[in-house]
Nanobody, 119 residues
Framework: QVQLVESGGGLVQAGGSLRLSCLVSGRTFSRYGMGWFRQAPGKQRELVATIRSGGSTSYLDSVKGRFTISRDNAKNTVYLQMNSLKPEDTAVYSC?????????????WGQGTQVTVSS
C-alpha cells in the first residue's frame, strides 16, 4: 500500500516562504509522476505543479516564478518550495502520485496540509 504524508504547512505573512514536503512509502517512488494540488474554501481543486519521473516540471500560471517543485528519489520525497506567497495562495495543499507520466493517473493521495497566507 502506497502512503503519502505531507508536512510543512502553516501560517505565513504575505511575501513569505514555505516549503512543503511529501514523503511517499514504497520502493517505486522514482517511477511515479508527482503533483501538488490545492483547494481553497468554496473553490475547485486545482493542479499547482507536476514533476515527471524524469524530472521535467510544469506549473499553474498563477504560481510560475514563485513556486518550485522538486523530488529526491533517494528520500522518496517531493517538495514544493513556495516563495513570495500571496493571500490567494491560502488553501489545503495535497500531494498525489500518478502511476504513469502524462496523461496523469492520480492514484494515491496524501491527507493535505493547510497553508494560510495573511495579508
Amino acid at each position: 500500500q502506497v502512503q503519502l504524508v505531507e508536512s510543512g504547512g502553516g501560517l505565513v505573512q504575505a511575501g513569505g516562504s514555505l516549503r512543503l514536503s511529501c514523503l511517499v512509502s514504497g520502493r517505486t517512488f522514482s517511477r511515479y509522476g508527482m503533483g501538488w494540488f490545492r483547494q481553497a474554501p468554496g473553490k475547485q481543486r486545482e493542479l499547482v505543479a507536476t514533476i515527471r519521473s524524469g524530472g521535467s516540471t510544469s506549473y499553474l500560471d498563477s504560481v510560475k516564478g514563485r513556486f518550485t517543485i522538486s523530488r529526491d528519489n533517494a528520500k522518496n520525497t517531493v517538495y514544493l518550495q513556495m516563495n513570495s506567497l500571496k493571500p490567494e495562495d491560502t488553501a489545503v495543499y495535497s500531494c498525489a502520485a500518478s502511476d504513469r507520466d502524462y496523461p496523469w493517473s492520480w492514484r494515491y493521495w496524501g491527507q493535505g496540509t493547510q497553508v494560510t497566507v495573511s495579508s
